[in-house]
């Protein structure tokens, strides 16, 4: 563990020295002058740590990318490298974070603060190593686009015929079997969210300019999370590359009309079934090779949904031509979607569906619906898609269990999962028993709820705790029926901690001042048995460092007496 250079907890005395306001840093400015007392080294003697330790680390980081470009040609280290136990390494260096030391590095040099190390002899030196290896100081971005991000581009290409990379992308790793496919400076690297910042550049940048064009006075692209213009040399490299900045449009004319129109050609008209996939080239010499794959019905139902809206308009004269039907929503609403929410329903108990639910493409559920993304449909119904067809069908889907919106989930979640499951838990394991953290109500076990197997609940109970999950007085009062503990550290406190320090304190004339800090409860008594094994030294650690149990007064009479703090140790 890093000492910490310039505050330091000195052991409990009589006097103690407390810095004057005016020296405080910020994080101490607000605390009372008694609530925590501290030895302020002078800061000369700071000052020289802190000149130490950058040159230090500035070494190491020199050391570092010398022996990683070395070993790897180049100098695009992954934020995620570690340094290895290698011999190929340095001892020194082993289980360095170096590509968390190179992002702070070139953060700080694009601030203006690396370079206050010029000004020192041995920072100076330091830094023209950097140069002298080739380390790219001051083109940093540019360096990562031409060796990182266009390669990986170029090799997406390659391997799959196309720049259309999905945003959860990333490149194989070393240990994956196609890695080899792949430049060694690209491996591991998150190309689809790269891929998305890219487009999100350009769209800003011509938004920017657009307002410029239109004066307006305030732009609509919050500065707070406005990227910096993509130069135009990288611009250039990515169209000559055929990089797509607007995948619906490219979508829309390389592969949805192309393939409506042959489906016309050889079926005679255009309602196309929701699992309709264009089959490959060997299969049906008659569909083009270049749109095997193309999911061509579930298309065509986002295109009824309302996605594709501009590229529809644009196209309105020819998908008129073709026969293409937007009112086919009653025919969907009726054969597909329904009758998957009942499957759902039936099968699962709940009509809760989640967001990346797929319908099966098997029975019992309706043919029509194979393939139809459940989850997506339901999320638009909650924001208003099918509304003529909801309203129809509203008592028909609050028998199902619809859930409408996210105070309808908590309500139902509260009720019919967490109430049951709390109430067996304790049938289980006893009134006082405490649901851990990691706790998940287990799948197959009849002794559960079925609408409760499965479900997380120590995951649940702590997100409540936290201010996560918004709650209501009335489902607050239901979790208060069937003993929910609101605040666990109260319970463990009173449950645990006390006991075990008075039991301390009783064998040890009536203080807990001599406990070691690594003290643990044996297993007898006088110590309570929620106590047994318990790290209680490590608790007035942290107690005495300020960390927990202080800021309650009650507490701090107990603390006090037991001879954990001292009278004058916590104001």
């Known amino acids: 563990m890093r000492r910490r250079r310039l505050l330091q907890l000195l052991p409990l005395r009589p006097r103690l020295l407390c810095a004057p306001p005016a020296l405080r840093s910020p994080a101490l400015a607000s605390v009372p002058d008694a609530a925590r007392f501290y030895r302020v080294s002078s800061s000369n003697d700071s000052a020289k740590g802190r000149r ?74 330091q830094m023209q190593e950097l140069r002298d290896m080739g380390f790219p100081l001051h083109s940093w971005q540019e360096y990562q686009f031409q060796e990182v991000c266009l390669p990986a581009l170029r090799t997406y290409q390659e391997q799959y015929g196309d720049l259309f990379v999905p945003q959860k992308f990333i490149v194989p790793e070393e240990d994956d079997d196609d890695a080899e496919l792949w430049p060694r400076a690209t491996r591991g690297y998150k190309l689809g969210l790269a891929v998305a910042k890219l487009r999100k550049q350009v769209q800003q940048q011509r938004q ?68 309709f996939t264009i089959p490959k080239h060997e299969e049906d010499p008659r ?39 937007f009112r086919l929503v009653d025919k969907v609403w009726s054969e597909s979607i329904f009758p998957a929410l009942e499957v759902f329903s039936a099968q699962y108990g709940h009509c809760d569906v989640w967001q990346d639910f797929v319908v099966p493409s098997e029975e019992p559920w309706p043919k029509d619906s194979w393939g139809l993304k459940l989850g997506d449909t339901v999320k638009n119904i909650r924001r208003g898609a099918y509304d003529s067809q909801v309203q129809a069908a ?16 908590v309500e139902k979640t509260v009720r019919s999962v967490v109430i049951p499951a709390l109430t067996t838990y304790r049938r289980l394991h006893g009134n006082d028993a405490l649901v851990t953290t990691d706790f998940v109500v287990p799948d197959r076990d009849p002794n559960w709820p079925v609408l409760t197997r ?27 029926k069937v003993g929910f503990v609101w605040r666990s550290n109260d319970q463990r406190w009173n449950e645990v901690l006390l006991p075990a320090f008075r039991a301390y304190a009783e064998l040890h004339g009536g203080t807990c001042a001599s406990m070691s800090t690594k003290f643990s409860v044996p297993p007898e008594a006088p110590y309570p048995r929620a106590a047994w094994g318990v790290n209680l030294g490590g608790a007035l650690w942290h107690i005495r460092n300020g960390d927990s149990y202080v800021n309650c007064e009650d507490k701090q009479r107990e603390l006090r007496t037991l001879g954990i703090l001292a009278d004058d140790a916590v104001a």
């Open 52 to 125: 130490s330790s950058n040159n230090k680390s500035l070494s190491q980081l020199v050391l570092a990318l010398r022996t990683f470009h070395s070993l790897e040609r180049h100098f695009a280290v992954p934020f995620s490298f570690v340094v290895p136990r290698s011999h190929h390494w340095p001892k020194e260096l082993h289980q360095l974070p170096l590509g968390v030391k190179v992002h702070r590095f070139m953060q700080s040099l694009s601030k203006g603060s690396a370079s206050a190390l010029e000004t020192k002899k041995q920072g100076a030196e």
């Open 208 to 275: 920017r300019e657009q307002q410029l064009k239109d004066k307006k006075k305030q732009s609509t692209t919050s500065s707070s999370a406005a990227l910096p213009p993509l130069p135009k040399n990288q611009v250039d490299a990515l169209n000559e590359l055929g990089f797509v900045w607007r995948v619906r449009d490219t979508k829309w004319y390389q592969f949805f009309l192309p393939g409506l129109r042959k489906y016309k050609e050889l079926q005679g008209n255009a309602d196309v079934p929701l699992a």
């Open 287 to 325: 569909w083009p090779k270049v749109l095997e794959g193309y999911m061509l019905g579930r298309h065509v139902y986002m295109v009824r949904s309302g996605k594709y809206a501009t590229q529809a308009r644009d196209s309105r004269e020819e998908l008129d031509e073709l026969g293409f039907s």
């Open 394 to 409: 509203r008592m028909e889907l609050n028998a199902l269990g619809f859930v409408w919106n996210a105070r309808h989930r």
């Open 454 to 480: 499965g479900f997380r609940l120590g995951q649940w109970i702590t997100r409540v705790r936290s201010g996560q999950v918004a709650l209501s007085s009335k489902l607050r009062a239901e979790l208060d």
